[in-house]
């Protein structure tokens, strides 16, 4: 259980699995099931579609993202690096808007590594954002790769 009381759900957790191993979704999005901040579930699941690059699917998930509402992406980056070939991590951030309410922005917080810590896998650099410029693709490889990715 995290600092705040919050739990994740065992279907979070396989949704977590299927998209890291089995490689079934493209990204996750994980919020609280409701407003008592209780468990953590996931809210959204993308599909993978194999035709729409890297870097369109994590557009595509900051779409998603209402300037409301707090939320953790889950998210597996894949980056050519400088020497080349290719690398991938997966990634867990968080957006919490400045405009979601006070209690809410405390809660995520608080609930972050313990998140971080039931996702076995993620990478050890982990991204907070309260505005939508602060999750620029490239700018996330560079800090991901240790400054290695070619973007």
Known sequence: MSLSGATVSEKTLQDFI????????DFMLIKFATKDFK????????PRDTKISNVDQWDK??????????????????FKIKEG?????????????DNCKQKERMVFAA??????????????????AT????LDYCEVATTVSKGKADV
Do not use: C, Q
């Not at 468990?39 to 993308?46: G, I, K, Q, R």
């Not at 070939?85 to 808007?97: D, N, T």
């Not at 609930?111 to 650099?125: I, M, P, T």
């Not at 505005?131 to 602060?134: D, G, Q, R």
């Open 111 to 128: 609930s972050k590594v313990y998140l971080k810590n039931k996702l076995d896998g993620v990478a050890e650099d982990s991204f907070h």
């Open 39 to 46: 468990e953590l579930v996931t809210s959204h699941l993308e």
């Open 61 to 78: 998930m900051k779409g998603m993202l209402s300037e409301n509402e707090a939320a953790f992406m889950v998210f597996p980056l894949s």
């Open 131 to 134: 505005e939508l410029s602060e």
């Open 85 to 97: 070939g290719e690398r991938g991590k997966v990634i867990l951030a968080s957006w919490i808007p």
């Open 18 to 25: 299927d998209l890291k191993m089995n490689k079934i979704h």
